[in-house]
DNA sequence: CCGGCGATGACACCAGGTGTCTTCGCTCAA
DNA sequence: TTGAGCGAAGACACCTGGTGTCATCGCCGG
């Protein structure tokens, strides 16, 4: 992070953060797969407390409520860690192939909650598009949250992103 | 294709394809920026013909059916293209780069669609949950086309995958 | 016939990523 | 206490994707 951070991402070497880290350059890859996976650390845990978070709910949520909460409680969750996570953030959209990562994280996270669902008994095919909606509206949401300049509470930036979702698909002007 | 087709995606070498072509490693990435964006040089065109379709849509059309239309029509305009398009298919989904590539073209087709909404003068917020709501289901409803066994109508998939997410989203159980 | 221009060849070079063997440090049992 | 065993790291060669650079060739208009 410290690298990216001074000189961007491209212009930093393996050979560089291995050694920053007093490593060699293959101890790094036995870390991580990748150069851009080293940006990517929580984000099996996050997926992870997602989804339990969603198999947890009462059954008397509704689905679309129980990963709304999930994905809300999950993102605060992030938040929370401040300015890190900005900076994380601004490398992350600063180089398209970090951008392409998160996209798949992403996407996996959708599978996971997918899936999730279904456990809970919703029936696939509705499972599956209350997956990609939730996602995308955390998307949007955590986007909104860290462009913004004062600190905002992300559980009502999300609960706000489905809202209008709801309103923009169901009663057409 | 031919190569990725027989040997793998990984298993060819740039200087391969290029050799087959007849040409030297340099000219491939005089052509490709990549070696992953071979395989979508069609990507650009593609979102070129939805995103006039949902400009020069009536000004009396819904921006969701807008919207549905042109992914429907666009989406047909590929899938008649017929066997090419599930080989391509086959080695994208084979090779996790490759599908993060396309994950991001997907990105780009969202932005631009949410752009020509805006330029109809939908509500700014509600333009991007409109576009990520009708690239979602061209998605899944691509998948479905690629993955049945007989040819399908991709306009009656997609519509199929809309209407089930607006009862899900809006008529809970 | 010539000057210029775009496309390609030729080649060196860098960085990400892997295979392989060795070395070091720790643990645990005799 | 010692030594076998094992996982983590070092060392190093090697491959491939990707770029910079310069020479070359074919084409086209004047």
Redesign the pocket.
């Known amino acids: 992070m410290e690298l990216f951070t001074e000189r961007g991402y ?1 212009d ?4 560089e953060i ?1 050694e920053r880290a ?6 790094f ?9 080293v940006l990517f650390t929580g984000s099996a845990e996050f997926q992870r407390t997602v989804v339990d978070t969603v198999r947890a709910a009462p059954t008397s949520m509704t689905p679309v409520d129980a990963v709304m909460a999930a994905l809300a409680q999950g993102g605060t969750g992030l938040t929370d860690w401040g300015e890190p996570v900005h900076q994380r953030q601004r490398i992350v959209s600063s180089a398209q192939e970090l951008r392409e990562r998160e996209l798949i994280k992403m996407d996996a996270l959708t599978a996971a909650v997918d899936d999730a669902l279904r456990h809970r008994g919703v029936q696939d095919i509705t499972a599956t598009r209350l997956a990609q909606v939730g996602v995308a509206a955390f998307t949007t949401a955590f986007q909104q949250w860290s462009e913004a300049a004062e600190p905002q509470d992300f559980a009502a930036i999300i609960d706000d992103a489905l809202t209008r979702l709801r309103t923009a698909l169901c009663e057409p002007q």
Chains 1, 2 share one sequence.
Request: avoid cysteine.
């Open positions: 491209d930093v070497t393996v050979a291995a007093g490593l060699q350059k293959r101890s890859f036995r870390h991580y797969t990748d150069k851009r996976e």
